[in-house]
């Protein structure tokens, strides 16, 4: 049996579990600890979120909040949220069975059942106290927030950067090839948006928000044995602009969404928009950002605080293969750049 955390016990007695208690450790997380517990006849996942003193995001909070909010719409493909305790950072779930999808499962009714799922949380007629959720991680508003994300990104990578022969390796792919494609990326959003007439330092109207799953993908997902698939890790959602959760969508690169099927999913979501070719447009705009927004992502294990997360969550040292994923990340992205932006 796993060793559980302080506190686990008591909230797994709350959360219903009686008789003798089994619980194992499962692999793959990247930021958290996450055991499935037995016990009687029921079987729940217990999560133990990372938290440290220069990182004040409540994960247990965004994720528990999501849930509720998420059952309280109909939604019956994510977890149950089953029992928390905010003092030892932990959280009990409805465990959900399945396997980590690989990308050949990722098929247009696959993304279908991801577009329902998003549609189900941002019905045209909100429930008034969702309003009470937060914003996202990393939330943006206006033009000028996402491309500032990715300015204090990069700006935060490169003060990390040590002495290291793998650090010098990174900092010169900053210097040499990511930070010269940025500067034109940035410069071609800019101009994209004042062709639109859209000005960089105005926010979305609250209409326009959605509740975002956050880092959404087929990376965190589980496929069941009907085929269907279960959504999890919800630790950065809340309110945020539907432009972010497209371009995050499009460029995660665990288990890639066909690149063939962006304008559905982009259509779908823009939709909902009071000018859905205008939305449309925008998320074109700021697609290749978040392309270098997750060339950067891969590139967390340089940073001291998401390395301690790392270790919490029992990962190894990975900067040397992060950085040539980066490198390719980036290939790709510098290879299709000029017919993202045809006008």
């Known amino acids: 049996m796993s060793a559980l955390p302080p506190g686990a016990m008591e909230l797994l007695a709350e959360a219903g579990l009686s008789g003798e208690i089994s619980a194992v450790r499962l692999s793959g997380g990247m930021n958290n600890q996450v055991f499935r517990v037995t016990g009687g006849d029921r079987t729940v996942v217990l999560k133990s979120y990372f938290h440290d003193a220069h990182d004040a995001r409540d994960r247990l909070g965004a994720e528990w909040g999501f849930l509720t909010a998420a059952r309280d719409l109909g939604v019956g493909c994510v977890a149950a949220p089953l029992a928390r305790d905010t003092a030892h950072h932990l959280g009990v779930y409805s465990f959900l069975s399945g396997r980590l999808p690989a990308p050949e499962d990722v098929s247009p009714a ?123 890790d919800f630790e950065y959602a809340g309110w945020d602009d539907p432009a972010k959760l497209v371009g995050d969508a499009f460029n995660q690169v665990k288990v890639p969404l066909p690149q063939y099927l962006y304008p559905v999913f982009r259509d779908t979501v823009a939709a909902r928009s009071p000018d859905p070719a205008v939305a449309s447009r925008r998320f074109d705009l700021l697609r290749p950002l978040y392309a270098v927004k997750w060339v950067l992502i891969i590139l967390n294990d340089f940073i001291p605080l998401d390395e301690r997360r790392r270790a919490f969550a029992g990962a190894v040292d990975r900067r040397a293969p992060q950085l040539a994923a980066a490198r390719a990340k980036f290939a790709a992205l510098a290879g299709e750049y000029p017919s993202l932006t045809d006008s």
Do not use: Y
């Open 110 to 232: 696959a993304v279908d059942q991801a577009l329902a799922f998003v549609t189900r949380l941002n019905p045209a007629s909100r429930a008034v106290e969702h309003g009470c959720l937060p914003a996202a991680s990393e939330a943006c508003f206006s033009g000028a927030q996402h491309l500032g994300t990715v300015d204090r990104r990069l700006d935060r990578l490169s003060r990390a950067l040590g002495d290291t022969l793998v650090e010098q390796e990174a900092a010169r792919f900053l210097r040499e090839d990511l930070g010269p494609l940025w500067t034109r990326i940035r410069d071609d959003i800019a101009t994209g948006l004042a062709r639109l007439g859209i000005d960089p330092a105005v926010e979305i109207p609250a209409a326009e928000r959605i509740l975002s799953p956050s880092d959404f993908g087929f990376h965190n997902a589980l496929k069941t044995e009907d085929g269907r698939f279960a959504f999890l």
